[in-house]
């Protein structure tokens, strides 16, 4: 993968957490009054958006890293 394609993977890992940390501090402090049950849906889905978008990353750099040191042309 490219630099771009792992940047915007980064930028959405940290989207996704960001995204769960806030809807965590706002379910902590006003459970159920501002979104009611979306807010748990919301934040299952960003900390998967979150950990996937990071394991692609992970993923990406160590495939990357392999093909360097085996000398296979990458």
């Not at 495939?63 to 990458?74: Q, W, Y």
């Amino acid at each position: 993968m490219g630099p771009a394609v792992r940047f915007w993977l980064l930028m959405l890992a940290l989207s996704g957490a960001v995204s769960a940390a806030i809807l965590l501090v706002v379910s902590a402090f006003l459970p159920g009054a501002v979104l009611g049950e979306a807010d748990t849906v919301g934040y299952v889905v960003s900390v998967f958006v979150a950990l996937v978008s990071l394991a692609l990353l992970v993923w990406s750099l160590t495939a990357d890293t392999e093909g360097r040191e085996s000398g296979r042309p990458g």
